[in-house]
């Protein structure tokens, strides 16, 4: 476990991250969220905790918090930490009998630089197939991760592009993929991937401002089609690919360029309305 700041929460009490690490506490089968904190805000918290929720029942648990609770929680966590932006991670160890620990800390993070954001960054594909994708599931999770850092670091690209065993596109490793085309946005299909946060948000802006838009199967064979392409999540935002393997992409397409600055309204907007009085 990566802990910043100094504190956690831990089994309903604030403690000093040190104690934690002495008990030994092991967390490698546990389901979790991360959650970006601005000016000490936890940006759209309620859909990470109804994604949390799902999961948890999906696994047999009784969720026992509230929004108002968890956000309580990360207030006086930030204020403990003296961290006013960064990422928290919510984090449920799984007992037996259905039953759960949570732990709540803040994790080092590392956001695009503003020079990614206009240049794109370049990306590589990887078969790998997650059991269940709808779920963050560390015993999984961790396992894949290992194996993508190992990807990135011989083919020195700063995110992995799954594919499934047709071949088709699915997600980045640790993001969802857009592809823009004949303008229109496309995305894979909900089924087959973890539906992030920031990707329900990028669909709602698509719409709302009348991009079209398709869910739907993307081949890798049909990269080729593709203008230019994107990936959204909690830590990327919206960040433009200028590269998947050999297929060279526009990451200064006017469509992502939209698109970044109508979700950075929405953040913004978000934090004035949840922001302390």
Same mark, same amino acid.
């Given at each position: 476990?990566?802990?910043?700041?100094?504190? !956690?929460?831990?089994?309903?009490?604030?403690? *000093?991250?040190?104690?934690? #690490?002495?008990?030994? !506490?092991?967390?490698?089968?546990?389901?979790?969220?991360?959650?970006?904190?601005? =000016?000490?805000?936890?940006?759209?918290?309620?859909?990470?905790?109804?994604r949390l929720s799902d999961s948890m029942k999906i696994l047999g648990l009784?969720?026992?918090?509230?929004?108002?609770?968890?956000?309580?929680?990360?207030?006086?966590?930030? =204020?403990?930490?003296?961290?006013?932006?960064?990422?928290?991670?919510?984090?449920?160890?799984? %007992?037996?009998?259905?039953?759960?620990?949570?732990?709540?800390?803040?994790?080092?993070?590392?956001?695009? &630089?503003?020079?990614?954001?206009?240049?794109?960054?370049?990306?590589?594909?990887?078969?790998?197939?997650?059991?269940? *994708?709808?779920?963050?599931? +560390?015993? !999984?999770?961790?396992?894949?991760?290992?194996?993508?850092k190992h990807i990135q670091t011989i083919s020195n690209s700063s995110e992995?592009?799954?594919?499934?065993?047709?071949?088709?596109?699915?997600?980045? +490793?640790?993001?969802?993929?857009?592809?823009?085309?004949?303008?229109?946005?496309?995305?894979?299909?909900? #089924?087959?991937? %973890?539906?992030?946060?920031?990707?329900?948000?990028?669909?709602?802006?698509?719409?709302? +401002?009348?991009?079209?838009? +398709?869910?739907?199967?993307? *081949?890798?064979? &049909?990269?080729?089609?593709?203008?230019?392409?994107?990936?959204?999540?909690?830590?990327?935002?919206?960040?433009?690919?200028?590269?998947?393997? #050999?297929?060279?992409?526009?990451?200064?397409?006017?469509?992502?360029?939209?698109?970044?600055n109508l979700y950075n309204q929405l953040i913004e907007n978000y934090c004035? #309305?949840?922001?302390?009085?």
């Amino acid at each position: 476990m990566d802990f910043k700041g100094g504190w !956690v929460y831990f089994n309903n009490d604030f403690i *000093p991250d040190q104690q934690l #690490k002495v008990r030994e !506490v092991e967390f490698s089968n546990s389901i979790y969220e991360v959650v970006r904190i601005i =000016e000490r805000i936890p940006l759209f918290l309620e859909e990470h905790l109804i994604r949390l929720s799902d999961s948890m029942k999906i696994l047999g648990l009784a969720p026992s918090f509230t929004s108002k609770d968890i956000r309580n929680i990360m207030l006086k966590l930030s =204020e403990l930490c003296e961290i006013s932006n960064g990422n928290i991670k919510i984090e449920l160890m799984l %007992l037996d009998s259905h039953k759960y620990l949570a732990c709540i800390y803040f994790i080092p993070h590392l956001y695009p &630089s503003d020079n990614s954001y206009k240049i794109g960054i370049k990306t590589i594909t990887h078969r790998i197939v997650r059991p269940n *994708p709808h779920i963050k599931q +560390s015993i !999984v999770n961790d396992r894949i991760r290992n194996e993508i850092k190992h990807i990135q670091t011989i083919s020195n690209s700063s995110e992995v592009i799954l594919l499934n065993k047709k071949n088709e596109i699915t997600e980045g +490793s640790k993001s969802n993929v857009f592809f823009i085309g004949q303008n229109t946005i496309y995305s894979p299909l909900s #089924k087959q991937i %973890l539906k992030g946060i920031t990707r329900e948000k990028i669909i709602e802006i698509a719409k709302v +401002s009348g991009f079209r838009f +398709s869910q739907c199967i993307i *081949p890798y064979s &049909s990269l080729y089609r593709f203008e230019a392409g994107f990936l959204t999540s909690t830590s990327f935002k919206v960040l433009p690919i200028n590269q998947i393997d #050999k297929h060279e992409l526009d990451p200064k397409h006017k469509t992502i360029i939209t698109i970044q600055n109508l979700y950075n309204q929405l953040i913004e907007n978000y934090c004035l #309305k949840n922001q302390k009085v």
